[in-house]
């Protein structure tokens, strides 16, 4: 019986966890061709998706490993498969470049991790510690999404963004596992699933108007 089986928490598990998501973090700036982009995406939302098992504590039911199977499929498997999708549809492009070049932005996405961490330390106590483990790598993860977002000019690249701006959003509702706020996390799910159509259908309209994703070209658009 699944309730007779009772889990707890491993700061082992959760610690190897949070060092791959930042390794991702730290990667996915410097990252140029897009099939890696989408393949660290897949590493990072596999990580996501087992994370609420992770860090639940209790008998373990039908309800949790759910909610953790349904995470670990649309994060690791579903958006991925579909970003692979959207990506093969487009034509051969050049590898993404950032426009403050490389170096620069991974020695932002660096800084970024080291504010969240400064920004942890200046936190009061509360009554969840996972919280305290998980928040400066959930804020250094959206800072890495915003990151791609405003130094590539691919619309595809930008997407990646968008999805790594979430991961960290979802990232600080972890700890509310055992909470009925993860059928909020449930509804977030949904809007990025829809979004990414939603950008997929965009992305392949861009590039069949102007023959290619970068969004310098809007700037030919007139009234």
Same mark, same amino acid.
């Given at each position: 019986?699944?309730?007779?089986?009772?889990?707890?928490?491993?700061?082992?598990?959760?610690?190897?966890?949070?060092?791959?998501?930042?390794?991702?973090?730290?990667?996915?700036?410097?990252?140029?061709?897009?099939?890696?982009? @989408?393949?660290?995406? %897949? =590493?990072?939302?596999?990580?996501? +998706? $087992?994370?609420?098992?992770?860090?639940?504590? &209790?008998? *373990?039911?039908?309800?949790?490993?759910?909610?953790?199977?349904?995470?670990?499929?649309?994060?690791?498997?579903?958006?991925?498969?579909?970003?692979?999708?959207?990506?093969?549809?487009?034509?051969?492009?050049?590898?993404?470049?950032?426009?403050?070049?490389?170096?620069?932005?991974?020695?932002?996405?660096?800084?970024?991790?080291?504010?969240?961490?400064?920004?942890?330390?200046?936190?009061?106590?509360?009554?969840?510690?996972?919280?305290?483990? @998980?928040?400066?790598? %959930? =804020?250094?993860?959206?800072?890495? +999404? $915003?990151?791609?977002?405003?130094?590539?000019? &691919?619309? *595809?690249?930008?997407?990646?963004?968008?999805?790594?701006?979430?991961?960290?959003?979802?990232?600080?509702?972890?700890?509310?596992?055992?909470?009925?706020?993860?059928?909020?996390?449930?509804?977030?799910?949904?809007?990025?699933?829809?979004?990414?159509?939603?950008?997929?259908?965009?992305?392949?309209?861009?590039?069949?108007?102007?023959?290619?994703?970068?969004?310098?070209?809007?700037?030919?658009?007139?009234?």
């Amino acid at each position: 019986m699944l309730a007779d089986i009772v889990l707890a928490p491993s700061l082992e598990m959760i610690q190897t966890a949070l060092g791959l998501i930042v390794l991702t973090n730290l990667c996915l700036p410097a990252a140029e061709r897009r099939r890696l982009c @989408i393949r660290l995406l %897949a =590493v990072q939302g596999f990580v996501l +998706g $087992l994370m609420p098992l992770a860090v639940y504590s &209790g008998p *373990l039911d039908w309800h949790i490993l759910g909610v953790t199977a349904v995470f670990t499929f649309v994060k690791g498997i579903l958006l991925p498969l579909l970003l692979l999708r959207t990506y093969r549809q487009l034509a051969p492009q050049p590898p993404v470049k950032p426009y403050i070049g490389n170096t620069l932005c991974v020695l932002a996405g660096l800084f970024g991790f080291v504010f969240s961490l400064w920004l942890n330390g200046r936190l009061e106590a509360v009554a969840n510690p996972l919280f305290i483990l @998980i928040f400066p790598v %959930a =804020v250094a993860t959206i800072f890495t +999404g $915003l990151l791609l977002i405003v130094t590539r000019k &691919g619309a *595809l690249a930008q997407m990646f963004g968008y999805l790594v701006t979430e991961n960290g959003i979802y990232l600080l509702g972890v700890p509310m596992a055992q909470s009925d706020a993860v059928w909020l996390e449930m509804t977030i799910l949904l809007d990025i699933l829809a979004g990414v159509f939603v950008m997929g259908i965009a992305v392949h309209h861009i590039h069949q108007e102007f023959e290619s994703t970068d969004v310098d070209r809007f700037s030919s658009l007139r009234d």
